[in-house]
């Protein structure tokens, strides 16, 4: 991203290949419509094209660009709360990979994400926002603390409690 800010054109569509995928599935994660996911990744990175600057070399681009992320799709849903942001989601929680399961472990995978989506839904934002960030986006305990702007303890606390609370609502999925 210092290249980047520099002038370097080749090294701003570095960053857009590796980090614009990895955007749009947290934010399709998060509740975003498909459609919207992309609008927002586009939208992020045209910002960011057009004013590189924008990005402080000081910060970790990884913390910096997840909380603009989180920070637009906050907006958006604040903006137009009256749309249904789920719609999408679960579409893209069920295979994030791209990688269909065999047919005879479809349906327990199913029912599963269907109630792993219900039990993150039931959860407090704070907790889910740690767990999605944590699991789904695969950050550090240390980036997710920057991304939310609070001490890694309170990081590794919420995570706990997500954990737990899941565990719980998940009990029945538990092997014997």
């Known amino acids: 991203m210092r290249r980047a800010i520099a002038g370097d054109a ?12 990895i955007i749009f599935r947290f934010l399709a994660s998060r509740g975003a419509p498909i459609e919207t996911a992309r609008d927002l990744t586009q939208d ?3 910002k960011l094209a057009e004013r590189p600057e924008l990005f402080h070399p000081d910060k970790r681009f990884s913390s910096w660009i997840f909380t603009v992320a989180l920070n637009r799709l906050r907006n958006l849903k604040r903006d137009t709360f009256s749309r ?3 719609s999408d989601a679960a579409l893209l929680r069920q295979h994030p990979s791209g ?19 219900a ?7 704070t907790h ?3 767990f999605l960030l944590r ?15 609070i001490p890694e303890g309170t990081v590794k606390s919420r995570l706990f409690y997500a954990l737990r609370k899941l ?3 998940l009990k029945d999925f538990k092997p014997e």
């Open 128 to 130: 889910r926002d740690v």
């Open 99 to 117: 990688h269909v399961p065999a047919a005879d472990n479809q349906v327990d995978e199913k029912n599963f994400l269907t109630a792993l989506e």
């Open 167 to 169: 565990a719980e609502k």
């Open 84 to 86: 249904s942001f789920t």
């Open 119 to 125: 039990a993150l839904e039931q959860l407090e934002e």
């Open 44 to 46: 992020i990175f045209l």
């Open 135 to 149: 699991y789904k986006a695969q950050l550090s305990l240390a980036e997710i603390a920057d991304i939310l702007a």
């Open 10 to 21: 080749k090294a701003f569509a570095a960053v857009y290949e590796k980090w614009a995928p």
